[in-house]
């Protein structure tokens, strides 16, 4: 009997309104949210068009880019945490608890998450003073490729054989950019020590010439050639270095080709391109003639040897 009595007495205290009060509270709060979320994306759209539209600079394109996927996550990430708030205090459920738990554990985790904290601040340090850009050619903890994303914890590059790499912010000490305003494309020629090196640069400088009156090249190179002259002596060839201007990640492409022409150049000139080859050297007597290499002595112990065997 005791027991059926607190049961009427607790199903005469319900009120179903107050949960139906409740759940049309969290249902608010969950299209308050999505409406918030699909208007913040809409205007970081509207934002990153007019960005687009008034770029003085075409790289700050893809500047405009990677910001706005940035603040797309942060804000998405925003408003999903205070629904969340809201909802447990609709519910009836404390948040001051959790809040305080979630300071302790953000406390522990911070010490033990150490590296992931380094990757988001060195994130937002990378996007601020726009170091790298989704479409730069970079080269991050000796990985070189082409950027495809980067968010506040890592940088995902694409190198020339198609492999992805995912690199944590913490790792970036130093970014060397290939595709800013513009790029040199430095090209060392190997030729032989019997050539004349003014005969070969002046050789080079035309088909750099030529080159820049191709319409294919004439808006990759914006420079005529520099020579700079004779770099080094090799072992078997003198080293001359020149270099083009070219337009960001035209350099590869234009060295492939100046090459290919000054090979065929070469070969209708005569110009030797040397290999490595070992000149023996037998010494003089002091008259200054050279003796004969002692080659059938060499052949006589070879025989002696086949023959002992």
């Known amino acids: 009997m ?16 107050q949960y139906l009060d409740k759940a049309l509270g969290v249902l ?3 299209i308050m949210a999505w409406v918030l979320i699909g208007l913040s994306r809409r205007a970081i759209r509207v934002f990153a068009q007019f960005a687009v539209r008034n770029a003085a600079d075409p790289e700050d394109t893809k500047r405009v880019a990677t ?6 996550y942060l804000s998405t990430v925003t408003i999903v945490a205070l629904t ?29 998450a150490q590296s992931i904290v380094k990757d988001f601040f ?5 996007l601020l003073e726009n170091k790298i850009r989704q479409g730069d050619v970079v080269r991050v903890a000796g990985i070189a490729g082409m950027v495809e994303g ?8 694409r190198d020339y054989d198609g492999n992805v790499h995912f690199i944590p912010n913490g790792e970036v000490n130093t970014v060397v950019n290939m595709s800013r305003g513009f790029a040199q494309s430095v090209i060392d020629v190997g030729v032989a020590y019997r050539e004349n090196v003014d005969e070969v640069m002046q050789v080079m400088r035309d088909v750099g010439q030529e080159m820049r009156l191709d319409p294919a090249f004439a808006g990759r190179i914006l420079d005529d050639l520099e020579m700079a002259g004779v770099d080094s002596w090799g072992d078997s060839a003198v080293i001359i270095r020149c270099r ?29 391109i040397p290999y490595p080859h070992l000149t023996v050297y037998a010494g003089q007597d002091k008259e200054g003639g ?6 059938r002595l060499h052949r006589a112990r070879k025989q002696a040897l086949n023959a002992s065997a």
Do not use: H
């Open 2 to 17: 005791d027991i059926l009595s607190k049961l009427n007495a607790r199903l005469s205290d319900f009120d179903p309104t």
């Open 28 to 30: 608010v709060i969950l």
């Open 67 to 72: 910001l706005s996927r940035v603040f797309r």
């Open 84 to 112: 969340m708030m809201l909802v447990l205090g609709q519910i009836g459920i404390s948040i001051a608890p959790i809040l305080g738990a979630a300071g302790v554990l953000g406390i522990a985790v911070g010490f033990g």
């Open 122 to 126: 060195t994130g937002f340090t990378i």
């Open 150 to 157: 980067v968010t506040l914890r890592t940088v995902r590059l």
């Open 244 to 272: 083009f201007k070219c337009m960001p990640l035209e350099q590869w492409a234009v060295r492939r080709e100046y090459l290919r022409r000054l090979k065929n150049t070469f070969d209708a000139k005569g110009i030797e």
């Open 290 to 295: 050279a003796p004969e290499l002692p080659l």
